[in-house]
């Protein structure tokens, strides 16, 4: 059984988001090739490697974990390391998101027909929001003061009923826009971070084993929307086929048995390939096969 209440040398201990983030986040962890098994109504993970233990738990809580050392490493949202004052190792930026690879963003949401024009306008007002903590600061910047409370959830149907002005959080602002809001600023954009206690990070076994599964994951990030493409072609059309290829650096080229006929290899964006395929066959490429990725390691 391990002890969650200490730094333990051999053990490598992972707090990973529960909620919206972990289907995205054991998805790209599987991708870089730590599988986890979450059974129904657990919070501990299981792994097939005796050195990774893991619980799962809000995001919001895991760097103060981190920071207390309850954790190793944790994933979680530059948001939340800031909301909590967190001191913790920022090893790296992870760059996904529940549905996107892009940041996601807090923004200050009014309702539509709402008067509030700017941050300037919330002066006396009242505002809900998780990161209570950065939303102050945030008025304070402006020298705005403002009555700024918790919110426990479903924060976007408390404006205009129960309060004046929201701060939330959004990939691509369509439930905002479904409960008839629209964003007036944006405060703060935030990315999932890989964190490590600051004792962790100083042990040297330990640090080595977060820099592999950082680049891992790093190389995770990399092969999403990426595909490899496989095609044979005759040497007397290799050269007009290389110019509709694109690559990462150059195409792999390798003679087949014979002579007339050579292999190529590479790696594109996967919204070319629609494009790219046709383009290619008629270019000359035969037997063109398309595959996924796991992971790109620069």
Do not use: C
């Amino acid at each position: 059984m391990i002890d969650w209440n200490g730094l333990d040398d051999k053990v490598l201990k992972i707090g990973l988001p529960k909620g919206s983030l972990q289907e995205a986040t054991l998805r790209l962890l599987a991708k870089a090739g730590f599988h986890f098994s979450v059974s129904e109504r657990s919070y501990f993970p299981s792994i097939d490697d005796p050195d990774i233990q893991a619980i799962l738990i809000r995001a919001q809580e895991i760097a103060k974990y981190v920071e207390d050392g309850i954790f190793d490493i944790g994933l979680t949202g530059k948001d939340w390391i800031l909301e909590n004052r967190a001191d913790v190792v920022e090893v790296a930026e992870l760059t996904y998101a529940k549905l996107t690879m892009r940041p996601v963003k807090w923004v200050l949401a009014v309702p539509t027909e709402s008067p509030i024009k700017s941050v300037q306008d919330l002066q006396g007002k009242r505002i809900a929001t998780e990161i209570v903590n950065l939303t102050k600061d945030y008025l304070s910047g402006h020298g705005v003061s403002a009555d700024v409370e918790f919110s426990w959830g479903a924060t976007e149907v408390k404006a205009p009923t129960l309060v004046d002005a929201i701060v939330e959080v959004t990939e691509t602002g369509s439930s905002l826009r479904a409960n008839n809001l629209r964003i007036v600023e944006v405060l703060l954009e935030s990315r999932t971070m890989l964190i490590a206690n600051k004792m962790s990070w100083q042990n040297e076994s330990k640090r080595e084993r977060i820099e592999n599964l950082n680049m891992l994951l790093q190389g995770a990030i990399v092969a999403e929307g990426k595909v490899g493409l496989k095609m044979n072609v005759r040497q007397t059309q290799l050269e007009g086929l290389m110019q509709q290829l694109p690559a990462m650096k150059q195409p792999t080229v390798s003679p087949l048995h014979g002579g007339e006929w050579v292999a190529v290899e590479t790696i594109v964006e996967e919204a070319l390939v629609r494009k790219l395929i046709p383009n290619l066959k008629r270019a000359g490429a035969q037997d063109i096969i398309e595959y996924p990725l796991n992971k790109v390691i620069y």
